[in-house]
């Protein structure tokens, strides 16, 4: 038995993460490298990276078919890309409100939840993310699977008449399973490489499928001689519709901005890495808005000039572009450009979800296990549960899960309101980076870990608008009309709902002492600009009797 003890003593030392102790990178039950505020070293993003990374999660199959859905519901094509513009200004302008704690103190969404719902409280948000990971990593892995599919057609024709060997019952085909398999272990190596040596991929991967986006309109613009009737589309709301116009345009904005929630929310996981300030501002604002429009628009239009050409509407890029080489039939020309656009499609798909979802995964699970979990470990957990997940069960069976999945802001919202309230109203932007790693003594321990607080404002939150996911979901048939108009502001009403709700209960019930700092810079976390500014000061210079974790600082005077 003691043997047996000694055996799992080692393993346990084996797995265990080390840090770098004259870097302050402790580890323990809440604190790894990973987890720490970021050092002026590890902080290599400029606003190339940020425009690259906020053009990687455009550059997408989603976005090039977000005008399809606006269009399905009976808006005009100036109606469907007027929705597209303002939903992207706000996604942008509530990016950079939610990563602004990164950009200040160089915490992540992990370890910045801490002091709005306590050190335990914490894992409530970290769980919502955690699964999200899970599942849309999966996800992405599986549409990625089907760009794959086409690259192998355009090579080797008969890939696409490949004889299905799985069962009838089973809810895939042989060619989508291997397109998936290829493209999981393609994506598998570049977990290795850390958030902080992302800039070469990006700007290769953004001017590949920039340009090929580019290419692929103009060709279809030359061939069709113009673009086709979709272009012209005008509002073709039906007359019976219990909708409006406007709510339909309210429904829109409240879906796109939506389907960027969990890339809000965790926002700060990316900021904390950049040089300055400003890098994340121009990069996130000028990419989000700019190209997030353009690739919707070079989609209309390369739909619509598709439509002149083959006498049908294809939205989505994988069926356009087998279309184009006549499923491997065609020439060699134009299997050569469908494998180029494929193949850049199919990259940019790789590492938005890495970005995304693996390092964004890594990020949260080293939250829960801070002693044995990295952002690579965690990647490659994330990464790995993707076969748990089956997203071929997902796609083509559970359609209405994956519509539950992309309307989950009806829970993330109500967290950004918490965040948003809580660092910018009731801690003025002050943080105190020592307690958030401690339970001792800590002022973000609240009561047993938990504050309390957080947990009512956020049901409360989303407790309005659940109701309409669930009819929207079920697709009835007369559902509630208040309910539904409810679900078509979901974003917005959590959003205020929980930031007033969490407001209010921290008036009636205030936390004691919620403007203090460190004095001290314990982490070597600043510049020596920044721990001006923020008021702190280097750990060298901190009082001889080495007693630095005392010294707080409560507003501008220190005590």
């Not at 346990?12 to 505020?37: C, F, M, V, Y």
């Not at 002149?308 to 509407?313: C, D, L, N, S, T």
């Not at 798909?349 to 965690?378: Q, T």
Request: charged share 15%; glycine share 8%.
């Amino acid at each position: 038995m003691m043997a047996i003890r000694h055996r799992l003593a080692a393993i346990e030392q084996k797995i265990r993460l080390k840090g770098d102790d004259e870097k302050h990178e402790q580890t323990d039950a809440w604190s790894n490298r990973d987890l720490i505020p970021l050092p002026p070293g590890r902080r290599t993003w400029g606003w190339v990276n940020y425009f690259g990374f906020w053009a990687i999660a455009s550059l997408n199959l989603a976005n090039w078919q977000t005008p399809s859905s606006f269009l399905a519901m009976g808006l005009s094509v100036p109606q469907a890309m007027a929705i597209i513009v303002v939903s992207r200004i706000i996604i942008a302008l509530f990016s950079t409100l939610i990563a602004w704690a990164g950009l200040k103190w160089h915490i992540g969404f992990t370890v910045q939840n801490r002091y709005s719902w306590g050190m335990r409280g914490s894992f409530i948000p970290l769980s919502q993310r955690i699964l999200l990971n899970f599942i849309w990593n999966a996800v992405q892995c599986w549409n990625g699977g089907r760009l794959v599919a086409v690259c192998l057609t355009a090579i080797w024709p008969s890939y696409a008449r490949m004889k299905n060997t799985f069962s009838p019952n089973f809810p895939t085909t042989t060619d989508q399973f291997v397109g998936f398999v290829i493209f999981w272990f393609l994506s598998t190596p570049f977990l290795w490489l850390r958030p902080e040596k992302f800039k070469i991929p990006f700007i290769v991967i953004c001017t590949w499928c920039g340009i090929g986006m580019l290419a692929w309109m103009t060709w279809a613009l030359a061939t069709a001689n113009g673009v086709g009737p979709l272009w012209s589309s005008g509002e073709k709301v039906p007359s019976a519709s219990p909708w409006s116009t406007s709510w339909l345009i309210m429904a829109g904005i409240n879906q796109s901005i939506g389907s960027s929630a969990a890339g809000i929310t965790n926002g700060s996981d990316f900021s904390r890495y950049a040089k300055r300030k400003r890098s994340y501002v121009f990069g996130t604002i000028g990419s989000c808005v700019v190209t997030g429009v353009l690739v919707s628009l070079i989609g209309l239009v390369t739909a619509s000039s598709a439509q002149k050409i083959y006498g049908e509407v294809y939205w989505n890029p994988p069926d356009l572009l087998m279309r184009m080489m006549d499923n491997g039939n065609g020439t060699s020309k134009s299997r050569a450009a469908v494998f180029f656009l494929a193949a850049g499609f199919a990259v940019t798909a790789m590492f938005e979800n890495i970005c995304g979802n693996a390092v964004a995964g890594g990020i949260d699970l080293a939250g829960l296990f801070p002693r044995y979990i990295n952002i690579r470990r965690g990647a490659i957990i994330t990464f790995v549960a993707a076969w748990v997940v089956q997203p071929w069960q997902l796609i083509n069976r559970a359609t209405s899960f994956i519509a539950v999945l992309s309307s989950f802001s009806v829970f993330l919202a109500p967290i950004i309101g918490i965040m948003a309230c809580d660092y910018y109203l009731l801690r003025q932007r002050k943080v105190r980076l020592s307690h958030l790693y401690r339970t001792s003594d800590s002022s973000y321990y609240f009561s047993y870990g938990f504050n309390w607080r957080a947990i009512p404002a956020w049901i409360c939150g989303w407790a309005p608008t659940i109701g309409g996911l669930v009819v929207t979901v079920r697709e009835d048939l007369n559902p509630s009309r208040a309910l539904v108009q409810l679900y078509y502001m979901a974003f917005l009403i959590g959003f205020f709902i929980s930031a007033i709700v969490f407001y209010a209960l921290n008036f009636i019930f205030p936390v004691p002492d919620m403007d203090q700092i460190d004095a001290v810079d314990l982490y070597g976390t600043f510049t020596e600009a920044e721990a001006k500014r923020a008021g702190v000061a280097p750990l060298e210079e901190s009082s001889c009797d080495g007693s630095v974790e005392s010294i707080v600082v409560y507003g501008e005077k220190s005590v």
